[in-house]
């Protein structure tokens, strides 16, 4: 398969801390995009960082990029309860891979 | 401006039989991807199409197959259904060929009986 790995699985932490999700992936991309999804509806795209980039910012998102291990991670600063969601990094080549997921609970 | 929507919303059929799904794009969106979503196997990629064309397709049997007509909508359909089929069927637009921001539909969770 060539779909992606995301760890961890799932993750749960409170209001106000940090979460980091790591995602591997298997072929050469153009680009790596995070993407949310609440309970089993479409997803929405959170951010794109391209191949010769390394990191990149969008509000409370940070992601980064090592082409060299295949490998992204991102990480929510100051979460909030509305963050509780599934979080899945996608490697686009000609087509958009899907890596396997993460699910983040964020208490009150 | 209106979202990706996807009809129907949710469908029971049952073994043997075929199903259609409708996906309607972001209005000036030419590209459009269809993906299954299971518990088990996660997001996996159906097909792809740009301008009526397939431009790519995923590791689906024959029994998925799909088209786009001029108006950039798109259908999915799936013939000789197995219970393995039940799952939500993803539908997302974009405006060019290059996947680099999709938009989803809420989906169509079919269940196969």
């Known amino acids: 398969s060539q779909q992606g790995e995301e760890d961890p699985q799932a993750l749960s932490i409170q209001e106000g801390e940090n979460a980091t999700m790591n995602c591997s992936y298997k072929?050469?991309?153009?680009?790596l995009q995070w993407y949310r999804q609440n309970s089993g509806r479409g997803l929405v795209h959170l951010i794109l960082?391209?191949?010769?980039?390394r990191e990149k910012h969008s509000g409370r998102l940070r992601v980064t990029l090592d082409t060299s291990k295949k490998s992204s991670s991102l990480l929510i600063t100051a979460s909030r309860a509305a963050d509780t969601a599934s979080y899945f990094c996608a490697g686009n080549t000609d087509k958009l891979i899907f890596g396997t997921g993460t699910r983040l609970q964020v208490f009150p | 401006k209106a979202g990706v929507t996807q009809t129907p919303r949710y469908l029971i059929k049952t073994r043997g039989q075929q199903v259609t799904l409708s996906c309607s794009p972001i209005s000036g969106h030419r590209s459009v991807s269809w993906y299954q979503q299971t518990p088990g196997q996660g997001l996996q990629f159906l097909f792809e199409?740009?301008?009526?064309?397939?431009?790519n397709k995923g590791n689906f049997p024959g029994r998925f197959s799909g088209r786009q007509f001029s108006n950039s909508r798109s259908e999915m359909n799936v013939s000789t259904l197995e219970l393995g089929d039940s799952a939500l069927y993803l539908c997302?637009?974009?405006?060019?060929?290059?996947?680099?921001?999709?938009?989803f539909g809420s989906g169509t969770q079919l269940s196969v009986l």
């Open positions: 072929t050469s991309i153009n680009n």
């Open positions: 960082i391209r191949s010769n980039e």
């Open positions: 997302a637009s974009s405006w060019t060929a290059s996947n680099e921001k999709l938009f």
């Open positions: 199409y740009f301008s009526e064309t397939q431009r």
